[in-house]
Nanobody, 123 residues
Framework: QVQLVESGGGLVQAGGSLRLSCAAS????????MGWFRQAPGKEREFVAG????????FYADSVKGRFTISRDNVENKVYLQMNSLGPEDTAVYYC????????????????WGQGTQVTVSS
């Protein structure tokens, strides 16, 4: 049974930082690309960042480029999202997701999802 469990969310002031983690189990983690998505109230789920199965390629939504960094540890079976210079527009539930080998912007192409972690940025 595949499980993705996010952690690290919380309440932070504008300009602050958070580091999200996603622990994976039940799959051969090194065979999967990982993505971070977010969903704000009343909005569709949107792509935030993605990383290839080996960590060799990363890409980001324009809205977070230069502020967020995705990374992974294929020994610990974890993926991370370092978020800096947070603003109220970053408030959302953040999800990690897995799909084979190469990451993608489209959430429908992901096979597995975590339950999400809430990030709230106060102004």
């Amino acid at each position: 049974q595949v499980q993705l469990v996010e952690s690290g969310g919380g309440l932070v002031q504008a300009g602050g930082s958070l580091r999200l983690s996603c622990a994976a189990s039940g799959l051969t983690f090194r065979h999967y690309a990982m993505g971070w998505f977010r969903q704000a109230p009343g909005k569709e789920r949107e792509f935030v960042a993605g990383i290839r199965w080996d960590g060799g390629t990363t890409f980001y939504a324009d809205s977070v480029k230069g502020r967020f960094t995705i990374s992974r540890d294929n020994v610990e079976n974890k993926v991370y999202l370092q978020m800096n210079s947070l603003g109220p527009e970053d408030t959302a539930v953040y999800y990690c997701a897995a799909r084979p080998w190469y990451s993608d912007y489209n959430p429908k192409s992901y096979d597995y999802w975590g339950q999400g972690t809430q990030v709230t940025v106060s102004s």
